[in-house]
């Protein structure tokens, strides 16, 4: 699980003078970002108290300005859900990361002081983005993050930060400087430091597992990364997962879609299938549905003989092809297991085996 900071400049109405192209590209990057904030167990923070002081609350994307974008541009987006982004993270204080960072550092036993104009990072492009004193903010903040990665403080290890596709196209925001080490024990020293922080485009990119590796050693790659996507989004909240098997025909299902050469779509697999294990595909807003014997709204879930396994359905992706996959759910003594059936396009047949 990663603790994913937004880039600060998220949160920065584009300037009066922005032409449709930009403005229509930060919405859009708020809008991919807001259709998944909530539907996984990432933390997510912002830097909402840094942006409203050095910027204002004019360029602060409250439902009014985004609106007045949304209708002077003429923009195809979903308003409501980035709203509902706005205020699930970026007006949450639990989620602002100055005050987290410094209470980790601070348990961690490090109290950190970045040295001014010091502090360099790369790609340039990234702060080049942060309008005036926000820039030196924001690199003060990331320079006291990158030590305790440095340093091995457990929280700052797992910071990434969540950004636009082209931008992240670096992979990466390597920073480096000098800063005063205050440690527990009262010593002080004056230290370089260098760290790396992953920059994201999309959910996907925080699966660290290899997946087309793992999908090519066959059903027990698949189960392996299953079980290393449940330890890094469900570990530290759900006790155990629950049984499952690969059924039959699910590794025949996605490969003869030509699913197994899509690594987007591998990863949802394996990002959702780890949900379902972990008794929780109902947060990650993937709609999770009984299938149905026949597609009359008031028609019964589907019950396999023999087990009373019943059917479910859910939504891998909403886009192109539209993949769904179909999973039973069996019935035990002590608790329920799972058994992956098939994939399959959301225009063909529901079928399940």
Request: net charge negative; proline share 6%; aromatic share 8%.
């Amino acid at each position: 699980m990663h603790n994913i900071l937004f880039d600060p400049a998220l949160l920065v109405v584009p300037a009066e003078t922005a032409d449709h192209r930009e403005v229509e590209l930060w919405l859009k990057t708020l809008e991919s970002w807001a259709r998944v904030v909530g539907t996984t167990s990432q933390d997510w923070y912002h830097l909402t108290d840094l942006v409203v002081k050095h910027v204002g609350h004019e360029r602060f994307p409250s439902f009014r300005l985004l609106r007045t974008l949304q209708q002077r541009f003429h923009l195809n987006i979903a308003l409501p859900t980035i709203v509902a982004m706005v205020n699930e993270v970026f007006l949450q204080d639990a989620r602002s990361f100055p005050p987290t960072l410094e209470a980790y550092l601070l348990q961690f036993g490090l109290i950190v002081e970045p040295t001014q104009n010091t502090v360099v990072i790369e790609p340039d492009a990234l702060p080049a983005q942060w309008p005036g004193e926000l820039r030196n903010s924001v690199a003060h903040l990331l320079g006291e993050a990158g030590v305790g990665k440095w340093k091995g403080e457990p929280f700052s290890s797992k910071v990434a930060i969540a950004t636009a596709h082209h931008l992240a196209n670096a992979y990466e925001l390597r920073i480096a400087g000098e800063a005063t080490i205050l440690s527990e024990r009262d010593e002080q020293e004056q230290s370089r430091f260098s760290a790396v922080f992953p920059l994201l485009a999309e959910l996907e990119e925080t699966v660290p597992t290899e997946v087309h590796a793992l999908w090519e050693l066959g059903e027990q790659g698949v189960r392996v990364a299953i079980e290393r996507q449940f330890q890094q989004d469900w570990g530290a909240t759900v006790a155990r997962p629950l049984p499952f098997v690969i059924g039959p025909q699910f590794l025949p299902s996605v490969h003869e879609r030509g699913t197994d050469l899509n690594r987007s779509v591998l990863t949802k697999i394996v990002y959702i299938a780890a949900a379902v294990i972990a008794d929780s595909a109902i947060a990650i807003n993937c709609d999770l549905h009984p299938l149905r014997e026949t597609s009359a709204p008031n028609s019964p879930q589907r019950i396999r003989l023999g087990d009373g396994a019943k059917a479910w359905r859910l939504t891998l992706t909403n886009k192109g092809a539209g993949w769904r996959m179909h999973y039973w759910r069996i019935p035990g003594a002590s608790e329920s297991s799972i058994e992956f059936s098939n994939v399959c396009k959301k225009h063909e047949s529901e079928v399940i085996f």
